[in-house]
Every structure is written in structure tokens, then in C-alpha cells.
């Protein structure tokens, strides 16, 4: 078993093999009051370097001595800026201690010049998990599960920036997840979205299971 614990926003960590992954770091905000200082983690994936998903970052991942694991755009940012990273890119696959790292499409700003942003489908010592970061929709979702299977997709509803829960539900019936986290909701006016009725929309079209997890909580994955 893993342990999922929902910071805010985007930001997430998975505690599995005794290692903690943490995705996105933004803290600005969480109900935890939770600081750089609090965080402790050995491995940060960061999706693409708009503010709200890599502000916390560099600090984090210095504090921890902890690898940054992005686009190769980021990786270089990380590394000049001090910390250690491994840059990679859309398609590209390597094989970590604790598991396999698929880089996957975002259509979403990257963020950063010449860069792009992306997903991630990881393999967390058998705790499978595909994080799509910010994105629209698109058909391409349903080859993931085809190239890397994974039990958890852990996806925007927010619309405006995002694929809004509509979009995010087609998603789901190309995913083809166990089960489906939201995330990247309810942080800002312009997307503000009820989860429920996500959950309801998907539940009753596709076989995946929605799990609403709230800022500050954790639950066993």
C-alpha cells in the first residue's frame, strides 16, 4: 500500500517503498499552512514550469537533497539553479530505482522557452499512477494504459486552464483507470467546479471509480 496526501491545487505527494514523491510543488494557500521547510521527500516531478506547479520546487528539492525529475528544459533550469535532476521528454521512458517513468503529452503551455509541458505514468515500488499535469483533452489519453498500465489517473477538472469536468470525464473512458482522483479545482474563481457531480458523470459511464480527496487529507492507495 501507498499513501496519497493531497497538499493543494496540483501538489500532491505519494509515500510508497518508503520514499516520498512529490508532484508540483506550489504550497501557496494549503489548509495545512504547510512551508517549504515542512516538506520532506526524496523525488520531485514537475509537469511544466507555470508558477502554480513549480514555484516551491527548486527550494524543496535543495532542502532534501531530492531529484528532480522533468522535461529536459526544467532539468537544466533545476540544475543551474543547484539542484540535482534528471531532465527527460515526451515519449522518452527510463527505469529508476523505484520504478519506470514514462514522460506522456500535455497540451498545455510549457511554461519555460522551448519547452513542453507533460504527464507522467510512474511505476512507485508497484504503486502505478498516471499524473496527466495540466492539459485539454485529447484522443491520444487512450493509448497510455496500452503503453504502461497504471490503477490511479490522478487528473485536472478545472476548466479554463484545463480540461473542465466534461472534458475530464471523456478522459476517463479513454484512461480506463480503477480509479480517478480530480485535482486542479476549486483554488480560483475561474475553476471552480463541483466534484461530485464528476464523480456522478463518470461513475455512471465508465467502470472507474472516483475518489475525492480533499487538501490536507491522505488515503491509502
Not at 543551474?80 to 534528471?86: K, L, P, Q, S, T
Amino acid at each position: 500500500m501507498a499513501q496519497f496526501h493531497y497538499i493543494n491545487h496540483a501538489c500532491f505527494t505519494i509515500t510508497s517503498g518508503g520514499k516520498t514523491f512529490l508532484f508540483d510543488p506550489f504550497l501557496d494557500g494549503n489548509p495545512e499552512g504547510l512551508k517549504p521547510a515542512d516538506i520532506k521527500c526524496d523525488y520531485i516531478f514537475v509537469s511544466h514550469a507555470h508558477w502554480d506547479h513549480i514555484a516551491d520546487a527548486y527550494e524543496i528539492a535543495k532542502a532534501n537533497n531530492a531529484l528532480i525529475i522533468s522535461t529536459a528544459e526544467i532539468a537544466n533550469q533545476a540544475a543551474e539553479n543547484g539542484c540535482e535532476a534528471h531532465g527527460m521528454h515526451l515519449g522518452g521512458t527510463f527505469m529508476f530505482p523505484f520504478g519506470k517513468v514514462r514522460i506522456a503529452l500535455a497540451y498545455h503551455g510549457s511554461g519555460i522557452a522551448g519547452g513542453h509541458a507533460c504527464g507522467f505514468v510512474v511505476d512507485l515500488y508497484g504503486t502505478k499512477v498516471y499524473f496527466a499535469g495540466d492539459t485539454a483533452l485529447y484522443g491520444d489519453m487512450a493509448l497510455l494504459q496500452r503503453q504502461d498500465a497504471f490503477d490511479y489517473a490522478i487528473i485536472p477538472i478545472g476548466g479554463n486552464y484545463t480540461m473542465d469536468p466534461k472534458d475530464a470525464a471523456i478522459a476517463c473512458e479513454f484512461l480506463k483507470a480503477k480509479y480517478v482522483i480530480p485535482i486542479h479545482y476549486n483554488t480560483w474563481h475561474p475553476i471552480a467546479q463541483d466534484p461530485e457531480a464528476f464523480k456522478a458523470d463518470v461513475e455512471a459511464n465508465t467502470a472507474s471509480k472516483v475518489i475525492i480527496v480533499k487538501p490536507s487529507e491522505t488515503i491509502e492507495i
